[in-house]
């Protein structure tokens, strides 16, 4: 698999989330248990998914054929999603309980400047210097959430965890709880991210916002992207930042743009072009790249965008996806991407259908 979601090439690959801010709303939320994610509960309702035409007349943004075309999406059921990623403290009480082993080979993204620079904790994969962007991107064969390659506490997003495990710990919370937990899908993400607002962000069209809402590669980050920041971030996170570190959007829900990317349900797909209008995810028979939302640490400001689609998984001609293997969107790590969980509230849910 590999991140071409974003790390290091998103600066040079991915082209930039414009509209109008909305009203904070006070919305419900729930933990099903004390170790579990806390859940927030999202209004019926539609909205418009894609890259708005103001984006694509942006001079630093442009057209992205991958983010149209726009089209409307109408949530007609009830569901929560998770106020934050899930952390690395609720990774580990499903670890502990299970008594599930998880890590192994694992992509580690290396600053290049600052106290971490160039960097990591962990094992050197032999082949790690294969990877295209040697010597920023380093795969260590012994990564974990709790050893992700750079310092980690429990309140950080969980990362360096593979689909298949984000799948264990989902079915392990559905057991836990009684209900379905599952991984929301890019019509719910993007339908949460927006929270009833049409901009390039929640916070409207204004980049130098982005440091009051988003870890990314601001003007003070140990990463490349930083050169084009256009603020700096009063948290100064030498990587990921705690959860909840940066303001919510006006459904109350924290860290969606920034942090680390978030796995989608979805199957990666070249533009929205026959795309689900209904909420439910877009899937394929044996799918090995999916789809990854919402940026991360050490990208550009643009990669915050609402729109900004980006991808996880296997792709043959990537050298990091030989050093992960054939069935990398399904086993592969990165400690750029991690997860946020949604659960469906009642019985006309595409899941329950």
Avoid at 160 to 185: D, F, H
Wanted: aromatic fraction near 12%; charged fraction near 25%; charge should be negative.
């Amino acid at each position: 698999m590999y991140w071409r979601i974003g790390i290091l090439y998103s600066c040079l690959l991915f082209i930039p989330v414009i509209g109008n801010s909305a009203e904070s709303e006070s919305f419900s939320s729930f933990k099903d248990c004390e170790e579990c994610p806390e859940m927030v509960v999202l209004p019926l309702g539609s909205f418009m998914m894609g890259a708005t035409p103001q984006e694509a007349n942006h001079p630093f943004i442009g057209s992205v054929p991958a983010e149209l075309p726009r089209h409307e999406v109408t949530i007609g059921y009830r569901f929560a999603i998770g106020m934050y990623e899930v952390k690395v403290a609720e990774f580990d009480a499903f670890a502990k309980e299970t008594g599930t082993g998880s890590g192994g080979t694992c992509m580690i993204r290396l600053a290049e400047k600052g106290k971490l620079a160039l960097k990591y904790e962990g094992t050197k994969h032999p082949d790690s210097d294969l990877a295209a962007a040697s010597p920023y991107i380093v795969y260590i064969s012994d990564g974990s959430y709790s050893q992700p390659g750079l310092p980690v506490d429990a309140d950080q997003p969980a990362v360096c965890i593979s689909r298949n495990e984000m799948k264990a710990y989902l079915e392990w919370l559905s057991s836990k709880t009684g209900r379905g937990y599952r991984l929301p899908t890019e019509a719910e993400w993007e339908y949460a991210v927006r929270a009833g607002t049409d901009a390039i962000a929640f916070w409207g069209d204004n980049f130098a916002k982005t440091c009051e809402f988003a870890n990314f590669a601001d003007k003070s980050s140990g990463y490349q992207a930083g050169i084009a920041a256009p603020c700096r971030e009063k948290i100064k996170p030498v990587w990921t930042a705690n959860a909840g570190s940066y303001g919510p959007n006006p459904w109350g829900i924290h860290d969606m743009s920034g942090n680390v990317q978030e796995m989608i349900e979805d199957c990666w797909h070249e533009s929205y072009l026959g795309a689900p209008t209904d909420g439910s995810p877009w899937r394929e028979d044996d799918c090995q790249l999916f789809v990854a939302r919402g940026g991360d640490y050490e990208l550009m400001h643009i990669s915050m965008r609402a729109s900004e689609r980006l991808f996880a998984g296997y792709v043959p001609e990537d050298p990091g996806s030989r050093i992960e293997g054939e069935d990398a969107g399904h086993t592969s790590r990165a400690n750029v991407l991690g997860f946020r969980v949604a659960v469906s509230l009642d019985d006309t849910a595409w899941d329950k259908k």
